[in-house]
């Protein structure tokens, strides 16, 4: 049986019973209710977050077991990187160089040819930060593989291409200079025989009666054959591969445009036409577009002991004939 409670009328001065209306009792209701849900609210929090499912430790192991693959597999694409990196290395700075052929442009090499709308699908998969991290890395190496691949095709095909190659470089000097005492001035900074000022001479002149053969250096496609500006009558050989060589100021041309030359072929007769002091051949060896010095270029004409006395020679101020 409820106790029955109390309060004191200060008007009555008397103890009246306490009568509880319904009110009463439907707020007293909903404070126990409420407290009972907020107690359950921090037990069933308090449970879930310390407390694992045995399919959350399942799900808690296999992820703890693929973040440690995943890792493995880091150390192996960074290995795979170093090697990778090793072969582009060796790639630019020996094989190209031995062939003497362009490096593969940075850009080539790590320009990007994924598919971003790719990567956007594989976020909406399971531990997708790791897919996508993964799968870019993968593509990347895959990429850089195929291009470093196919860099070791076109090596190949430069290697059995040698011998051809080695026929077509500009390799012995233009006139018949066997004692060396044609060449009047080498490649640098020259004093011009006409304006009397300090110029860079592109080239070679080698001094000869006017009449002397000139010889194609090596094979190739002659591509100019006729009057130039500063060079009189000028003949000029793509050889391939880079190579384009000049031979300036003949009496007579010997080739025609289109015409296929072999190393010592005459293409012409020494003269001093165009912008010329006196009969000699202007002489040019360019690389992709590079004005070179000729002197590199004569391995096949020359002993060593000739080849360090021509570099003295040439190397010295000399006369200009143009």
């Known amino acids: 049986m409820a106790k029955k409670k109390f309060y004191f009328n200060p008007e009555t001065l008397s103890y009246e019973q306490i009568e509880h209306t319904f009110a009463h009792w439907l707020k007293q209701l909903l404070i126990h209710a409420l407290s009972g849900l907020s107690l359950g609210a921090v037990f069933f929090f308090v449970f879930v977050t310390t ?18 693959q995943y890792k493995l597999l880091e150390r192996q694409f960074d290995e795979a990187q170093e090697v990778l990196t090793d072969l582009q290395q060796r790639d630019d700075n020996l094989y190209r160089v031995v062939f003497q052929a362009d490096p593969i442009p940075l ?10 709308e790719f990567y956007e699908q594989l976020l909406d998969m399971t531990n997708s930060e790791i897919v996508v991290s993964t799968t870019k890395r993968m593509n990347e190496l895959k990429k850089e593989i195929y291009i470093q691949s196919k860099s070791y095709d076109d090596l190949v ?4 291409n040698k011998e051809v190659m080695l026929e077509c470089l500009p390799a012995i000097q233009p006139v018949l200079n066997k004692d060396l005492t ?29 009449g002397t053969d000139i010889f194609a250096t090596g094979n190739g496609t002659v591509f100019s054959a006729g009057w130039q500006q500063g060079y009189g009558n000028c003949v000029q050989i793509n050889h391939g591969y880079g190579y384009v060589t000049l031979y300036g100021h003949m009496s007579s041309i010997k080739a025609r445009v289109g015409q296929k030359v072999k190393r010592g072929d005459v ?23 590079k004005v ?11 002993s060593p002991a000739e080849y360090d006395k021509m570099v003295q020679m040439s190397n010295n101020s000399g006369q200009m004939f143009d």
């Open 51 to 68: 407390v694992q499912s045995p399919e959350e430790k399942q799900l808690s192991e296999e992820k703890r077991n693929m973040q440690a």
């Open 107 to 116: 850009a080539v090499r790590k320009g990007s040819s994924a598919n971003t």
């Open 157 to 160: 095909v430069m290697a059995q």
């Open 182 to 210: 044609r060449m009047a001035s080498g490649y640098g900074w020259r004093i011009d025989p006409v304006y009397h000022t300090r110029r860079f001479h592109e080239g070679m002149d080698f001094t000869a009666p006017i």
């Open 267 to 289: 293409i012409g007769l020494v003269g001093s036409t165009g912008k010329s002091t006196g009969p000699h051949l202007h002489y040019e060896v360019h690389l992709k577009g």
């Open 292 to 302: 070179m010095n000729p002197q590199n270029y004569y391995f096949l004409d020359l």
